[in-house]
């Protein structure tokens, strides 16, 4: 029968089978002694068997099974018998104990006979990764300290990634409102698709580039930001890349390279906020083009900056830690970092 109409093919086997049907009873008496032999070992475990035991069934139950169960055999044994001793590890890892105490114990089974040359190298491949995870977990950054309610107005003043001051707003919108300027032909129809021939030719990873296009191909198709119809994110986008276009040689390189690290920042390794998507639009052209230049004065925002980190209750070394943050980012000379830390 195949799917429950008679088989059309030439019998051919005394069972008065077709090959594909002969080959499939075939295949399911296999499977059929390898699940009764597997179900066997598995009840003898049940009923106090020991490793021993264990081991030598399974060399009986070889030659009664086909190959591709032989070792499924003994993955099994080793599923039944293994856990106490990876339990143990796991234990004294937790606890405390580093390599030597783990190999002393692995080798401690090994003399008493508890465990085979295989099984030891099991459990000690097990006893290296929670070492290896213990190390990873103690190298991690503290989790960062909750902000209470009352100050999150001066820590959002004194973070150096965020783009919703005022004075970084203004900016932004600025730069904005020149590339939303931009002149761009009708011709000029596949900027994102451009965009992503130029990434592939700096050579970034096709990992990255297929998520980076994926973003900045949503965004583009945004036709409402901030108000209904305006798709700024579009006409940012498409007048940033015509203004780049219109640069040559390495400007223009460094330009690409730059509108990369932008575009990826954004969505790597996690997706930023409509205005931070627009900021970095925004960043692209700044110290290429006058006009993209920064019209607050650096002193004005290093000022309030300061002024925030001072009104925060966080103890003295993570203010200095911040006031050293915002003077690096703001290109503050190293000569006069001393003069703005001392206040802490």
Not at 25 to 45: C, N, P, Y
Not at 160 to 171: G, L, P, R, S
Not at 217 to 246: A, E, F, H, M, V
Not at 294 to 299: C, F, H, N, S, W
Request: with cysteine; aromatic share 6%; charged share 25%.
């Amino acid at each position: 029968m195949t799917s429950g109409r008679p088989c059309g093919h030439v019998p051919q086997f005394p069972d008065g089978k077709c090959r594909l049907h002969h080959n499939m009873l075939i295949r399911r008496a296999d499977d059929d002694r390898g699940a009764a032999a597997i179900h066997l070992l598995r009840e003898r475990f049940r009923v106090g068997a020991t490793v021993d035991q264990l081991d030598a069934l399974v060399e009986d139950l070889r030659p009664t099974v086909v190959a591709r169960f032989h070792n499924a055999l003994t993955w099994n044994v080793d599923n039944l018998v293994m856990p106490p001793y990876y339990n143990t590890v796991r234990r004294l890892a937790r606890g405390g104990g580093d390599a030597g105490v783990l190999t002393t114990v692995i080798q401690g089974w090994i003399a008493l006979g508890m465990l085979n040359e295989r099984r030891a190298n099991m459990v000690a491949r097990h006893a290296e990764a929670l070492l290896d995870a213990a190390a990873w977990q103690a190298n991690l950054p503290p989790a960062p300290r909750p902000i209470p309610a009352h100050q999150r107005e001066a820590q959002l003043a004194a973070d150096t990634q965020n783009v919703h001051t005022t004075e970084i707003t203004k900016q932004m919108k600025e730069s904005l409102d020149m590339l939303c300027a931009v002149e761009v032909p009708n011709s000029q129809r596949e900027s994102v698709h451009e965009m992503r021939d130029s990434w592939r030719r700096m050579g970034k990873p096709e990992s990255e580039i297929k998520v980076v296009y994926q973003d900045v191909s949503t965004w583009w198709n945004k036709n409402t930001i901030y108000s209904p119809g305006d798709k700024l994110y579009r006409r940012s986008l498409r007048g940033l890349w015509w203004t780049i276009k219109s640069y040559k040689g390495e400007v223009r390189e460094e330009l690409e390279k730059r509108l990369w690290d932008e575009c990826r920042d954004a969505c790597l390794p996690y997706s930023v906020c409509t205005q931070g998507h627009l900021a970095r639009l925004s960043n692209v052209m700044v110290g290429f083009d006058d006009a993209f230049a920064q019209p607050v004065a650096v002193g004005e925002i290093l000022q309030q900056k300061m002024a925030a980190i001072a009104a925060m209750d966080v103890d003295t070394d993570k203010q200095v830690e911040l006031a050293k943050a915002v003077l690096a980012e703001l290109k503050i000379p190293a000569e006069k970092h001393g003069d703005w830390l001392a206040a802490f």
